[in-house]
């Protein structure tokens, strides 16, 4: 498996040479799903006012393309500025639902000068799927296109 520090090279070089956030937003969510095939969803949700608006992804189509803060995992992450990991997303009451399949997930707040701007999301079709190790894979990736936005 590629190592965290070579994904988060890639990701860097991709920010160095993308026209624009949501192309780098797009290369980052399919670079993150090739390298780590156990993310099965990858996206970006934007927060404009008070609602999370879902922008480049990879995977199933959703019908969560609007978000408000106070819904979701999503909205938990956004709202709080942690990281939210869901081991079991049946057993918690916040998530809405995107695929039956899914069964883990991920989100990570994206700031810019220690604003939350939006949040990278993953989903796993495995339980418990995300680390500590892709936690800080993640952050990490993060906070590159947090300085990128
Ligand atoms: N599960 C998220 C909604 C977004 S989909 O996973 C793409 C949530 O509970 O906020």
Redo the contacts with the bound molecule.
């Keep these: 498996m590629t190592s965290n520090r070579a994904v988060l090279q890639s990701v860097s070089q991709l920010a160095s040479t993308a026209h624009d956030s949501r192309t780098l937003m797009a290369e980052t969510a399919h670079l993150l799903q090739r390298e780590r095939p156990h993310y099965h969803?990858v996206?970006f949700y934007m927060l404009e006012g008070d609602v999370l608006v879902l922008g480049p992804f990879v995977g199933k189509l959703?019908e969560?393309v609007r978000?408000p803060l106070n819904?979701?995992?999503?909205?938990a992450a956004a709202s709080t500025g942690e990281t939210v990991v869901i081991d079991d997303?049946t057993a918690d009451p916040?998530?809405?639902?995107?695929s039956l399949e899914?069964r883990s997930?991920i989100?990570v707040p994206i700031r810019r000068d220690g604003r939350v701007m939006g949040e990278l999301?993953l989903?796993s079709d495995t339980p418990a799927a995300f680390t500590t190790d892709d936690r800080a894979l993640l952050e990490q990736v993060a906070e590159i296109i947090g300085t990128y936005l």
């Design positions: 969803w996206g959703t969560h978000i819904q979701g995992i999503c909205g997303v916040r998530y809405l639902a995107c899914t997930e989100v999301d989903d």
